[in-house]
């Protein structure tokens, strides 16, 4: 299986597997035909087992007896030929089927590890204005509902070619009968397009509600506490969201269905309305035999299970097109970060900003900088302010993770730029507010899980959470003892920057001081730059500078306390070494 590019997702559901596994799509395509063709010639192979044969098939129709224990078989030969078509189409079918089906399976599969890669090279900004809501939908129901509807392939070859074989055979018998066959077919297809347009509309609105539900259950997960202490907020939220789309989405949603499924028992009714055009017109009007009669009819009774089977997978289908056009408008809004693929971390003493500023596309275009400042190695800086200052707006700045809209920063007098971010980023670790513990400790090895299982003592989180194979044993803990759980994974990296985002706010505490005034010293003793946005006025005098924000400028910078560089160790680090 091919890796899944943008381009393949631009051109549809055909093309979208076909990039995947060219040879093997076309083997389930060949094996879907020839399975319909076969499944077609089972009628005329049985009318001519039981209408006089022409005298090419006479030699192979003579009536020979053959006996099957207590039966009596006629036509042995033809006898012999259904069970062989018969198995043929069987297995060519099956074929077809399982082998676009594992093709499928395998292509969501590639989606989504593409969708994955997409999401590594994302910005940090552009993630926060797609949403985790949109994202989450598009992995999760468009993704399968493209492969639901790419699966429906293989019943479009074989029942599309078991059609196409009949009304052949029809067209043999008699042309004039085909036409009439084939008209009506073709007004009945025309006029079963028209409604599922009008479904397939509905159906693509309600995905835009289907998203506003999703945001709307992410509230009611994470804002439980808050719904639950004001009844006239939840009143407010579950009408002006949940129950708003909802709604939307569910009357989306029926009418829809009642637009499709009524089109499906339309277009279930078209090969009858055919036999009823031949049988009380066609049949006058063409002065049809009753063996023609029957055969013709016979093979149009063949064709309605086809025809249904082909009505019933249309809606799969076209919600697998308002699934690929959703994930190509998302691929739209996602932008690549063309950055080098060095992650060699950036050797770094000093951090230069340098006018830089920062504006949010989408938050009434809220503005901090230009701000102009140095970090260096050993050094302890506070950023403070009060709330919507700018304070961790710039503390994503210099974490790499949102990139200045003018200005620069510099490590060591480098340039961050395309080639030298992703390195500058291999030397950062961050703990922000929104920040996420993973159930395992991925990309260490023995030696730092050795030392892993020591730190959870000194954070005491060793009678909470054990770590085997370097997963942690549950991380359903308390903000707090997350929290310091993440702190491990930080001491961990052993990184040269390290950005604290109001760490300390859902400590203890006595875990709030370990952290200001035995942690943070600690950091300056190895000699790393740190970062701490805080609100803690009381450990202000901790800091080496002090950096003061309002409405997204710095309007002080000044020193903080002297501090020994040989200020004693807290256990916590002493456990590691």
């Known amino acids: 299986m091919k890796p899944i590019d943008a381009d393949s997702l631009g051109r549809g559901q055909f093309h979208f597997l076909a990039s995947g596994s060219p040879d093997r799509l076309l083997v389930s395509v060949l094996a879907g035909v020839t399975g319909g063709v076969a499944h077609a010639l089972l009628i005329p192979l049985l009318m001519l087992s039981l209408t006089k044969p022409d005298p090419v098939l006479a030699e192979f129709a003579r009536k020979d007896v053959a006996t099957w224990g207590s039966w009596e078989i006629q036509h042995p030969r033809f006898a012999v030929a259904f069970l062989v078509l018969c198995t043929f189409a069987l297995v060519a079918k099956a074929v077809s089927q399982i082998v676009l089906g594992n093709l499928a399976g395998e292509a969501a599969s590639e989606l989504r590890l593409f ?86 509309r509905s159906f693509a609105r309600s995905r835009e509600h289907g998203d506003g539900v999703q945001e ?13 202490l004001n009844a006239a907020r939840y009143q407010d939220f579950m009408s002006e969201t949940m129950h708003r789309h909802e709604s939307a989405l569910v009357s989306l949603l029926n009418r829809g269905n009642a637009i499709f499924y009524l089109a499906i028992q339309y277009g279930n009714t078209i090969g009858l309305l055919a036999i009823a055009a031949i049988a009380f017109g066609a049949a006058n009007l063409y002065d049809l035999s009753l063996d023609l009669l029957v055969a013709i009819v016979m093979a149009l009774l063949y064709i309605i299970g086809p025809i249904s089977v082909l009505a019933n997978s249309v809606p799969a289908m076209l919600r697998g097109n308002v699934a690929l056009r959703r994930l190509n408008a998302l691929l739209d809004a996602m932008p690549i970060e063309a950055l080098s693929e060095d992650t060699t971390p950036l050797p770094c003493n000093e951090i230069r900003v340098d006018q830089v500023t920062y504006s949010y596309a989408q938050r009434d275009a809220f503005t901090i900088g230009p701000v102009s400042l140095t970090l260096r190695r050993g050094q302890v800086t506070f950023l403070v302010g009060g709330n919507g200052s700018g304070k961790s707006t710039l503390a994503k700045v210099l974490s790499c993770h949102y990139r200045p809209t003018s200005g620069c920063v510099r490590f060591d007098g480098v340039l961050l730029d395309d080639h030298t971010l992703q ?21 260490h090895d023995a030696a730092g899980l050795d030392a892993a299982r020591r730190y959870l003592d000194k954070l005491g989180l060793a009678e909470k959470v054990t770590i085997e194979d370097g997963r942690f044993s549950t991380i359903d803990l308390s903000s707090g003892q997350r929290k310091r759980l993440a702190l491990l994974a930080a001491y961990l990296e052993d990184r040269t920057l390290y950005v604290f985002d109001e760490w300390a706010a859902d400590q203890d505490p006595e875990f709030r001081r ?63 070494r």
């Open 216 to 228: 709307s259950l992410r509230g009611q997960v994470f804002g439980a506490k808050e719904l639950k």
């Open 115 to 200: 969708f994955a890669r997409r999401l590594r090279m994302l910005p940090i900004a552009a993630l926060e204005t797609i949403g985790s809501s949109r994202i989450v939908t598009a992995m999760t129901t468009d993704i399968g509902d493209l492969l639901e509807g790419a699966s429906n392939l293989p019943l479009l070859m074989i029942h599309g070619s078991t059609i196409v074989g009949a009304l052949t055979f029809i067209a043999f018998l008699h042309v004039k009968i085909f036409l009439l066959v084939l008209g009506v077919i073709f007004a009945g297809v025309v006029t079963y397009r028209l409604p599922l347009m009008l479904g397939q």
């Open 423 to 443: 390195r500058a980023r291999q030397a950062v670790s961050a703990i922000y507010l929104d920040f996420h513990v993973f159930p395992k400790l991925f990309g």
């Open 514 to 576: 370990v952290f200001y005034t035995e942690l943070l010293p600690e950091f300056r003793r190895r000699d790393k730059i740190v970062v701490v946005v805080s609100h803690d006025d009381r450990y202000f005098d901790v800091a080496d500078q002090l950096v003061r924000m309002e409405h997204g400028r710095v309007v002080d910078i000044r020193a903080g306390h002297e501090h020994s560089h040989h200020a004693a160790a807290h256990p916590l680090l002493e456990a590691g």
